[in-house]
């Protein structure tokens, strides 16, 4: 890809409807038009994923719900959306996301003959599809998840945007699908039952995430890039993007200014909003290249200031310790940056939590909720959870820094040969595994039996590597680094994405990410991995192409992870939580977990932070309360 084919087109005021959240639900053997209690109850559980604004439709066969978080066009863009011919809906839009450039494409269907009632985004993709049929997805540009319901055909069409930014679910009836942002909504439909069988918990304790794969037995996610089609036939699936290689011939220099003049273009493009709007900052290169890049494109626009947050916790700079994975504390890099930003307007806040907010039970019932599954990762959870629920005091959208680990391979573990090598997915080895995996330290021996993980894992594995497309004479290390790559952008990068959603849709936050625009993913995945440790480091890429905007202590900072409380009396205040419920003889999670290796763990005295510790604890008393809230039945 050569320069000059990046466009660069900044914003116009007016465009996206949000993060929303939505479902529906359709049935060929029933009349719908009198289902509208049990869609309120379904669009109800999403409120905090859209607080603004609530829309029903219903007609025989078809039921849309949906929640509104208000981003742009506030007026315009009420929901679901309609569009038709002489008076009659032919197509109704149930839709959550921001398509980027939607500008392009409402002029192009302009000069195609349609005419729009709104600003919105939403109308966009509405018109888009009376164009383009189901080919509408290959023409937009951004995080989407909707449902257009075609009232002439009777065809429900699911789509999702290309690296599974915005969640979509659906649960196939034996007359129809049912359908929602968040399992939450499909459930609150009486069809559908929350049943986890051995393989749904296989799913749930191994860390894996696999395409299309939901936990709850019925229940799927329609997979990045994948579109599901649901009609009187029958259900249909279908991919319209995925990763596919080519011969990557830039030299390094364009190679860099490609990836910069493609960084300059998404950011520009993701500016849009009618609300506050801020930024994620760690002081990483990352976030802190996303800051730096919004603060410019706002100046030379004349926009004016941007706000930056970064989470932090009581006493962790002046105490903080390194581990294997954290070598510094984020405030000085985080501090430096904002010093380097300021001229261009950047004004900076830190979130400071202490540990009882972390145990706040009130705030871990909220994550759990958020996520409808006990698949967190601790307090490194729950302080997002607060993070989010704290800047969505002052601002409405939020650009992140995540994925870009994924995309130019930043973890440390893409730089140590025993874990490129393991023969399973790097994130779950040592290191890093622990964190993922501590739950599965205290299964009793016949759960661990009969669910064989690692046999589970190791499937999985084989099934990723054998999707791995494939560059003609391609050997040694590029080939392997393409492997990891390729793990990373379709397996674990969908543990984060979905993890940031939840958190931050809970808080009614709308998090952009940048490094998922599909052009940036294509672009890097096809350089060779040579190219992109071309200085001995992780993303050098990266590095190269920011070099000019940012200070040199983030330039020369090492990876270091999103952090993790250090205070002892966190840890402390898990063993007593654990010690009271094991005292009070009704564990929920007993037929799964062994007791006596959790009474074990807290008869180990407390030194520092222990972090197989800490993991296992926190598994554990979230599965229990997920057991105790949600009630699922385990099946075999």
């Known amino acids: 890809m050569a320069v000059d084919q990046v466009k660069r087109l900044f914003r116009q005021r007016r465009g996206g409807v949000g993060m929303c959240g939505i479902c529906g639900w359709i049935d060929f053997d029933r009349d719908l038009q009198g289902a509208w209690d049990t869609l309120r109850d379904m669009t109800a559980t999403m409120a905090c994923r859209g607080p603004d604004d609530e829309g029903m439709w219903l007609s025989p066969h078809g039921a849309l719900g949906h929640r509104r978080l208000a981003i742009i066009d506030i007026e315009g863009g009420r929901q679901p959306m309609a ?132 936990v709850y037995r019925g229940m799927h996610e329609v997979r990045p890039g994948g579109i599901v089609r649901i009609g009187r036939g029958g259900l249909t699936k279908d991919r319209y993007w995925k990763l596919e290689t080519r011969e990557h011939t830039d030299d390094l220099d364009t190679t860099v200014r490609t990836v910069r003049a493609l960084l300059d273009d998404i950011v520009e493009r993701q500016l849009i909003s009618d609300v506050p709007l801020c930024t994620l900052l760690s002081g990483g290169l990352d976030s802190s290249t996303v800051t730096a890049l919004a603060a410019r494109a706002l100046r030379e626009h004349g926009e004016g200031d941007l706000r930056s947050f970064a989470v932090d916790f009581v006493g962790y700079t002046e105490n903080f310790s390194p581990d294997e994975l954290r070598d510094t504390p984020d405030a000085p890099f985080v501090y430096d940056l904002a010093r380097h930003l300021a001229p261009l307007g950047v004004r900076h806040e830190d979130i400071v939590l202490d540990s009882a907010a972390l145990m706040d039970p009130a705030v871990r019932d909220a994550v759990l909720r958020s996520r409808d599954l006990p698949a967190g990762i601790g307090d490194m959870d729950t302080s997002l959870y607060l993070l989010f629920k704290a800047i969505r005091e002052q601002s409405t959208v939020a650009l992140s820094g995540e994925s870009a680990d994924e995309v130019f391979g930043g973890y440390r573990w893409f730089h140590d040969p025993e874990a490129v090598h393991a023969g399973t997915f790097p994130w779950l080895t040592a290191p890093a595994g622990g964190q993922f995996t501590g739950l599965q330290h205290v299964l009793g021996a016949d759960a ?189």
């Not at 195609?112 to 888009?128: C, I, K, M, N, W």
């Not at 039952?193 to 299309?212: H, N, Y």
């Open 83 to 214: 569009a038709g011919e002489e008076g009659r809906a032919r197509a109704v839009l149930t839709y959550s996301g921001e398509v980027y450039n939607f500008r392009e494409l409402r002029a192009e269907l302009a000069a195609r003959g349609h005419t729009f009632r709104t600003g919105s985004d939403t109308e966009v993709v509405l018109r888009a599809y009376l164009e383009w049929g189901a080919d509408l997805a290959t023409h937009l540009n951004g995080m989407y998840a909707f449902a257009i319901w075609d009232t002439r055909t009777e065809e429900l069409l699911l789509v999702r945007d290309r690296m599974g930014i915005k969640p979509l679910y659906y649960y196939p009836t034996p007359a129809g699908v049912i359908f929602g942002s968040e399992p939450k909504a499909i459930l609150a439909n009486p069809l559908a039952r929350p049943v986890v069988d051995a393989e749904g918990l296989r799913e749930l304790l191994t860390f894996v995430k696999t395409p299309e794969h939901a």
């Open 448 to 636: 661990a039996r009969e669910l064989d993980l690692p046999g589970y894992r190791d499937r999985r594995y084989r099934e990723a590597l054998d999707e791995v497309p494939r560059l003609p004479g391609e050997t040694g290390l590029e080939a392997r680094m393409r492997e990891i790559s390729y793990l990373h952008l379709t397996r674990f990068v969908q543990l984060l994405l979905d993890r940031k959603d939840r958190m931050s849709m809970a808080s009614g936050l709308e998090v952009r990410v940048p490094f998922c625009d599909h052009r940036l993913v294509e672009y890097v995945f096809n350089s060779p991995w040579a190219m992109k440790t071309f200085d001995g480091r992780e993303k050098s890429l990266l590095r190269a192409a920011a070099a000019d905007v940012l200070p040199n202590s983030i330039l020369e900072r090492r990876k270091s992870p999103y952090p993790s409380t250090q205070d002892p009396g966190y840890e402390k205040a898990l063993r007593e939580e654990a010690t009271h419920l094991l005292a009070s003889g009704h564990v929920a999670a007993s037929p799964l977990i062994d007791l006596s290796r959790v009474r074990a763990m807290l008869e180990r005295p407390q030194s520092g932070n222990d972090h197989d510790v800490r993991s296992t604890l926190e598994g554990f008393l979230q599965f229990n309360t997920w057991l105790e809230e949600y009630r699922p039945q385990l099946a075999a």
